[in-house]
C-alpha cells in the first residue's frame, strides 16, 4: 500500500532528463548534485547515460574539443578547479583524458531505471574525477555496483548483451533527435533543452513550472 | 580638484578586463550589463573590444561554431531567448549572422579609454541583437557616436589609421597571449580568465576580492 501511495505521487512530480557522458568534466559536477537539488524542487531525474563520442565524430572532431583546442582545455580544467572548490568536491585530471566511458555507460544503461542509478553514477564520476581513477576497469565498476546496492555479477554480465549495446546506440540517436550536442543537458517533459551545468538549476525550475 | 580626486579614488578601485566581440551573442549579454553590476561592487571596467574571427580561424573554424554545428547554434538561440527574458533585454537575428564586426571594434578600439565608451558599445550591441540592424553601416555607427557623446567625425577618420588596424590587431594577440579563445571573457588584474556571460558576476567578484 505504501509502495503503491508512493509510486502515484511520484508520478504527477514533474520529470527533468539528464544526459550525460562519464568522461565529461562538466557532467560531474551534474551528476554530484542533481539529485539533491531536484529533491528540493520535488523533481524527479531520469537518468540518461549516453556517449558524446560518436556525435563528436558526426561533427568532425576525433576527441574533446578541450583537446582540440589547447587554450579552451587549459582554461576548462581552471574553471573546473574553480567551480569544484565552491562546490566542495575533489578533482583530479583523469590520465587519459577523455576516458573511455563506454562500459560505464552500458553498466548504467542497464540500471537507468533501477533504485541503485544515481549512487552508482556518483562512485564512476568521483573515481574518475576526484580520484583520478581509470573507469573503463571492470573491477572498480563491479565494487561500485555491489556499493551501490546492485547485483553486481548480473549487471556486469547484461551490459555485455547486444540488447544494452543496441539499447545504448539508441540512446545516441534520440539524444541527437532532442537536439543534443553536449554534455550535461537537461530536457524537461515539454522537451526544452538545456546544455551545461551551468543550466541544471535553470532546467530543474523549468520542469517544476511546467506542473503548476 | 574634483577631478583629481575621482582619479586618484579610481585608481584604487579594482578592474575587470573585459573582452568582447561585438558579433557575439553572448557578449550582448554581459555588454549591456556589466557597467550597472561593476558599479555595484565599486569595480572599474576595462573595455576591450577584439576579433574572434582570427582566433577562430586559427582553430580551422571558417564561421561561428553556433553556425558549423547546426544544433549548437538551434541551441543558443532558444538559450538567448530565454536568457534575454530574464533580463528583459529584446532578441532579434542579425541577418547575416554573425555580423562583420569589424569596423565598430576599430570605432570601439579608438575610444576604449573614453567616457563614451560603454554608451556606444551598449548601443552597438543593442542595435544588432535588439533590433537586427547592420553594424557594418557607416552612417548607423556614426549615429551611435554623437548619441554616445564621442566627436563622430574625428572617431571616424581615426579609425581608418593605420594605428588603429594595427592597434586592433595587437589586441587580438594580446586576446590570445591572455589565453582567450571565445567572448565574452574577463579577466582580473591577477591574470584570472573568465569565459562566458555565465561567469561575469564570479569574475567580478573575484576582481573584488584581490582587493580585499
Same sequence: chains 1, 2.
Avoid at 587554450?71 to 583524458?97: H, S, T
Avoid at 556518483?122 to 581513477?133: D, S
Avoid at 537536439?179 to 535553470?202: C, K, N, Q, Y
Wanted: glycine share 8%; aromatic share 10%.
Amino acid at each position: 500500500m505504501d509502495t503503491m501511495m508512493g509510486s502515484a505521487s511520484q508520478n504527477l512530480k514533474p520529470e527533468l532528463h539528464f544526459w550525460f557522458d562519464f568522461a565529461s568534466t562538466y557532467s560531474y559536477l551534474s551528476a554530484m548534485r542533481i539529485e539533491t537539488v531536484a529533491r528540493d524542487r520535488s523533481v524527479n531525474v531520469v537518468w540518461h547515460p549516453f556517449l558524446l563520442g560518436p556525435i563528436f565524430r558526426k561533427q568532425g572532431l576525433e576527441t574533446s574539443p578541450f583537446n582540440i583546442i589547447p587554450a579552451k582545455g587549459r582554461y576548462m580544467w581552471r574553471d573546473m578547479e574553480r567551480q569544484c572548490e565552491v562546490l566542495g568536491l575533489p578533482l583530479v585530471q583523469p590520465d587519459p583524458f577523455p576516458q573511455n566511458s563506454l562500459f560505464a555507460a552500458r553498466l548504467a544503461h542497464v540500471g537507468r531505471h533501477e533504485p541503485w542509478i544515481g549512487a552508482f553514477v556518483r562512485a564512476v564520476f568521483y573515481a574518475e574525477f576526484g580520484g583520478g581513477l581509470d573507469i573503463s576497469d571492470p573491477a572498480l565498476l563491479a565494487g561500485m555496483l555491489m556499493e551501490a546496492g546492485a547485483d553486481a555479477k548480473a549487471t556486469l554480465a547484461k551490459a555485455e548483451s547486444m540488447d544494452i549495446k543496441i539499447g545504448l546506440r539508441a540512446a545516441v540517436s534520440e539524444a541527437e533527435t532532442q537536439g543534443i550536442f553536449g554534455a550535461p543537458s537537461f530536457v524537461t517533459s515539454s522537451g526544452e533543452l538545456f546544455w551545461g551545468h551551468d543550466r541544471m538549476e535553470e532546467a530543474l525550475n523549468c520542469a517544476l513550472l511546467l506542473t503548476d
